[in-house]
Each structure stands twice: as structure tokens, then as C-alpha cells.
């Protein structure tokens, strides 16, 4: 169970720092009309996490994702193309990064927000859990919980840790809502602001990180 964990603990930080999905959560959070769509919208996240990690274990299973306690070449397979589209992705955003910094309004679509129903505001989790990074990174946590062979028990464990990291970025703007609400709504749109800006720079540096460590994995234990 402990190596199960151990494998998902990146991805699921990678899926956590997901600024515009958290951008997304603030606008709704501080809207006029009340916080109930934001509340949809941050469980949905975790829903669509968990179904999407565990479809994938499922499939990864089946085609013998572990052999004999170690990585079948199919997994390692998985893990050098999610490195190299991870870096292609990168090198994406990393261009893109002067005209994130220089956003002050956001875009169009977070303006939109103000006036979304709470279905509108679940779907849009899903949307952003199937965006590129998070997708592939919520492939890569169920190939690895599924290449360490580990009990089924071990494997609901692993997914679920998963899933609750996927969702801590989530939480840090809820629990300002929540706890501090005289003082919290200044302290989101800051935090709005501020990520809106870092966007392209915070997305960048994560898929850089889990890029080395796909393709890390994969290169020791294909010449081990």
C-alpha cells in the first residue's frame, strides 16, 4: 500500500496546483448572486478526479500493468509519451507566460462566471479535470497505481490520496470563505489576480516536474 501511495503523491500535487480551475472556484466563491455554484463546482472536482483515476487503473489492470511486481513495458511506455507531451505542454505555456503576466481582467470566460447555474459550474470541473495537464497527469497516478501490483485495498487507497491531494488547492479558498468571512473576499480576489498572472509560469514549472519523473521512471526500469 505504502509504494501505491508513494507513486501518486507528484501527480497529485501537479493536479492540486491548477490555477485556473482555482481562479475559476474565487470568481464563483465572491460572485453576487451566493457561493452555491463554487460549492457544485468543488465536488464535481474530486468526483471527476476519482472516476477518471480509477477508469484508468481499471484498463491498466487488465492489460497486466504489473509483471511480477515490476512495470510492464506497456506502463513504461505510458510514462515516456505523458513525459514528452508533459514537456511539449510546457514549453507551451512557457511562451505563453508574458501575455499571462500582463493579464489584469482574465479570461473572457472567467468573467462569465458571475451568472453560472451550479450545473454549469459542475461541468466546468470536468472540463478542467480533462484539461491536457490534469488529464495526463490523472493517467499517469492510476498507470501507477496499477504497475506496483498492490491489493485491492491498497490500490482504493492510493487513488484516494490522490484525489484528496487533486483537490487541496481547491480547499485553501474554500476555508478562506469559510473561516474568514469579513476579511476573506479581499484575500481571494487577490489570489485571483495573482494567479491569473502566474498562470502560464505555475503550469510550466509543474509539467516540467512530472515530465522528469515519468521519464526518470521510466529509463531506470527499462535498463534495470
Request: charged content about 15%; aromatic content about 4%.
Amino acid at each position: 500500500m505504502g509504494e501505491a501511495i508513494g507513486e501518486v503523491l507528484a501527480f497529485g500535487v501537479g493536479v492540486a496546483l491548477s490555477p485556473l480551475a482555482i481562479v475559476a472556484l474565487v470568481v464563483m466563491l465572491v460572485a453576487p448572486g451566493g457561493a452555491r455554484p463554487a460549492w457544485a463546482f468543488a465536488g464535481a472536482w474530486p468526483l471527476s478526479l476519482a472516476l477518471v483515476a480509477t477508469l484508468v487503473l481499471l484498463l491498466a489492470d487488465g492489460s497486466d500493468a504489473s509483471a511480477s511486481g515490476t512495470p510492464a513495458t506497456c506502463v513504461n511506455v505510458v510514462k515516456i509519451v505523458g513525459g514528452l507531451l508533459l514537456v511539449l505542454f510546457a514549453a507551451y505555456e512557457w511562451r505563453e507566460r508574458a501575455s499571462s503576466e500582463a493579464e489584469t481582467e482574465g479570461p473572457g470566460w472567467m468573467r462569465k462566471l458571475d451568472r453560472v447555474k451550479l450545473a454549469g459550474a459542475a461541468g466546468l470541473a470536468v472540463l478542467f479535470v480533462v484539461k491536457p495537464k490534469n488529464l495526463l497527469l490523472t493517467i499517469g497516478a492510476g498507470v501507477a497505481v496499477a504497475q506496483v501490483g498492490a491489493s485491492a485495498a491498497g490500490q482504493a487507497s492510493a487513488i484516494g490520496v490522490f484525489v484528496v491531494l487533486g483537490t487541496a488547492g481547491l480547499a485553501i479558498p474554500l476555508a478562506v470563505h469559510v473561516l474568514m468571512p469579513d476579511r476573506g473576499e479581499g484575500l481571494l480576489i487577490d489570489l485571483r489576480d495573482w494567479m491569473v498572472r502566474q498562470n502560464a509560469t505555475i503550469v510550466a514549472v509543474m509539467s516540467l516536474v512530472i515530465a522528469a519523473k515519468l521519464l526518470g521512471d521510466a529509463i531506470i526500469s527499462l535498463t534495470t
